[in-house]
Each structure stands twice: as C-alpha cells, then as structure tokens.
C-alpha cells in the first residue's frame, strides 16, 4: 500500500512510533530502470512529513519501489532511499512548495547554501 495524508505510519522514532502523514512530497514520475536481479523497476522516493501528538513536525526519507517480482505493485523500501542530485533536489523543491520547513530553517539553509557557493 502506498502511504497516503492522513493516514497513521508506524516507524519508531524518539520512543513513538504512530505518526499522521501530514504531507508528501515526490518526484514528479516514479524512475524507471532494467535491472539484472530484480527486472523491471519503478523506484519512487518520498519524503513524508509526519506529526504526533509529542512531536509536532518530523520528516521521514522513505520510499516504495515494484519490480519484476512484485508483479509490478509497488511495496515500502525496507531502508534509506538513494537519491541522485536531482531527485533530491525535486523533493525538496515540493517539500518546500507544500509548507514542511519552517522560514526559521529555509533561512539557515539559505545562508549554508550561500557560503558554499562562495
């Protein structure tokens, strides 16, 4: 099942483990590839911003992968996602779009992003 808003996840984290989805964001097309193991894959990386009741804004880096045998439905990434340069930066770009970072942070990450281009 892809997770969808609104929907309780379980991964634990800081002693919790029942989060709502209160947000996702995600590459625009799932990304296709042939693989030698695993067939015909779609990969589709997330990030999921989560809420509870102690913590009100976490994100959570996930993804949902179909291969060959899956029978093409896609299933939840046991791990980490791995993501190229411009995967990473279209999830950001709609994570930012959709309200999950605070202006406190975006300014932070403006000034990190501007010493590093210096």
Known sequence: ???KERVVV???YKG???WKVNGIAEVP???HYDDSQQGKVAYAPKILLLGSERLRKVLWF???IATSKTG???KWGQGSPM???EALLDLLKQAT???FFSEKFLTKLYRELDKALK
Do not use: R
């Open 62 to 64: 996930t993804y949902w």
């Open 72 to 74: 093409g439905k896609l």
């Open 83 to 85: 993501l190229e340069e």
């Open 97 to 99: 779009e959709k309200g």
């Open 10 to 12: 379980h991964p634990w």
């Open 29 to 31: 097309q799932p990304i």
């Open 16 to 18: 919790n483990h029942e």
């Open 1 to 3: 099942m892809v997770t």
